[in-house]
């Protein structure tokens, strides 16, 4: 199965307020562990970013400015989401503005259908706890020091490694080199060699053997 952990960051937090998507961070996961396939991208928003937008994730006006409209990447993240299913924290901010996008760039809108969303998983796992990215990483023991401002790809790193863990699935940690797609043969490389050498006795050891056993199985050791 494939699927998609997606986050974005935004210009603020209310659509209807006019904010808009500066950042679209995406890994794509086959039966749980993330392949080779990114999405990332950042957008100029055609607008300006809130004070406390930036100070999430530290994306300037003046760094987004050059960067392509959400039109010109609407395709290709499209094609990248399509068939897969959607794993995001707080799905009802990201989607709601994944969909603001897509009608203005006149795309159809994504179902929510196809996204879980792992604050509710979470808020369902742990009631009354703190649920959020940064508390969850705490208590599975996942590293987020690289976590100094919201960043979409980064994010999307430790959502996977939070998804795995709050659906109860050990996080893979084979060292993949090749991936047989036809055969679905999973070859991996391992750093230990756990195999034994087998040395065969020489005639002189089996010949002393036989001596042996035939001077001390005589006697009874029970009596």
């Known amino acids: 199965m494939k699927e998609v952990v997606l986050d974005t960051e935004t210009t603020g937090l209310l659509v209807k307020d006019g904010h808009r998507i500066v950042e679209i961070g995406c890994i794509e996961l086959e039966n749980l562990i993330p392949s080779s396939n990114k999405f990332h991208c950042y957008l100029n928003p055609e607008r300006k970013v809130s004070e406390k937008a930036l100070e ?43 969909n603001n996008e897509l009608q203005i760039a006149g795309k159809e809108k994504i179902d929510i259908k196809n996204v879980i969303d792992t604050l509710v998983i979470a808020r369902d796992k742990f009631p009354g706890s703190q649920i959020s990215l940064d508390a969850l990483c705490k208590r599975y023991r996942i590293d987020n020091s690289k976590r100094q401002k919201h960043t979409a790809l980064i994010d999307c790193e430790l959502l996977t490694k939070v998804y795995i863990n709050l659906i109860d699935q050990k996080e893979p940690s084979l060292n993949f080199i090749s991936e047989n797609q036809e055969n679905n043969e999973i070859k991996f490389k391992s750093t230990n060699n756990y195999s034994k050498k087998i040395i065969n006795p020489s005639e002189d050891e089996i ?9 001390n199985l005589k006697k009874n050791y029970f009596n």
């Open 56 to 98: 999430v994730h530290g994306h300037t006006d003046q760094f987004l400015s050059d960067k392509k409209k959400f039109i010109d990447i609407a395709d290709e993240f499209l094609s990248f989401i399509k068939g897969k299913r959607l794993i995001i924290h707080n799905a009802e901010f990201d989607i709601t503005h994944l």
């Open 207 to 215: 010949k002393l053997h036989k001596e042996f056993l035939k001077n």
